[in-house]
């Protein structure tokens, strides 16, 4: 049985990358929310509302339970956020993909919002993969997020138009 416990590991672990991913993770849920955010308000036209909706929930999710249950871990390590919000951007491992310049692409948005999560499930993958073992508290946080990023990636990609699978597909091959 692994013990549950705030601060030890039951093994070797680097503690200082540990933070360090962590926090990364928890500054891309701030980039990724800010952007959701600002997708629900700025695309137009047919299916926008529908859309928006969707961009707002998940804004939400990412706040309230990601970085919530992110900023638990840290501090049950005894770590604080940055207190300087331009270090928390820089401090991302994501940041987030170019939005289109036309509000009417709502294609373009919801691409960049998939090339967000494909980054974050990659993030909580490389993380699932840094504690297990050593780590159960985290590994299984990981894994949660690994869960509700893969959903979200999901509800995202069945929002694009035909056209819009094909853009993916592209761009993803250029990745
Ligand atoms: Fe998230
Ligand atoms: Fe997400």
Redesign the pocket.
Known sequence: MSRHIGHEFSGNLDRDKLVKKLLSLFAD?WV?AYYYMYTAMAIKGPNSEEIAELFMREAKE?INK?ANMIAQRLQELDVEPPKNFKELYDISGCKYPELPEDPYDIDGFIIAAIKAEIC?IKGYKDLYDFVHGPDPVTEELAEE?IK??TRHRTELYNLLSRDGVKRLEKELEKI
């Open positions: 849920e990724a990412e990601h974050a997020l509700d990023e």
